[in-house]
């Protein structure tokens, strides 16, 4: 109970409210009256002496606001909203404001770290399409070049046997009948950076990792 109450005034009561009203609290708790009770006139002793000094007084509000400020700073944390009644929107010093329990929000930092996390995945997300769309891009054939070419991860596809003819396909050998047109008949596998003795050709074969030589088939 704060010294305003004691003495059944305002927080904003001038200093003659003040006066009055501890006069007739003092009528009425003075021990020597029917109704008295000394423990009561102690504190409506010790409020006066604290009011009826402006500089006490001052004081005093400060630290009635410091305590209440405590007090909504832990009633939020603990997600209860302070409700004052109308018109009375800030509270004064010694206002017991009621309290209303209310639905706890996640903390502004806690809802900003799962965006952060959000922008993660997305930034891992692009980073990976881009990876798979340079090996795709990667996988083109370059059989003809001079140079072989940089082998990537093997395509599953049939592998001819020695003396089957074959059409070059994008990244594999494709194994047809002789009989049928194609562009040569497999003599051997090699490992890449072999050559090929005349009158074979040389064939990088990327699905296999190795090359192969081969006779070209004589078109007219």
Known sequence: MTHYEVLDVAPSATPEALRRAYLNQARRWHPDRPSG??????????????????????????????????????????????VYPQPQRQPQAGYQPQYQRQRKFEPIEQVGFRWRWLGVVACVLVASAAALIYFALSNIDNSDSAQPPQITAPVSQARPELGDCFLKGATALIPVG??????????????????????TQLHYVRSAQQAICYLPTVRP
Request: proline share 7%; net charge positive.
């Open 37 to 82: 009770d000394s423990e009561q006139m102690r504190a409506v002793n010790e409020a006066w002496t604290t009011l009826r000094n402006p500089l006490s007084r001052r004081a005093y509000d400060r630290e009635l606001a410091r305590l209440h400020a405590q007090a909504v700073a832990r009633k939020q944390a603990e997600g209860v909203r302070l």
């Open 178 to 199: 002789c009989d049928h047109p194609n562009d040569g008949q497999l003599v051997r596998w090699i490992f890449l950076g072999a050559t090929c003795p005349p009158p």
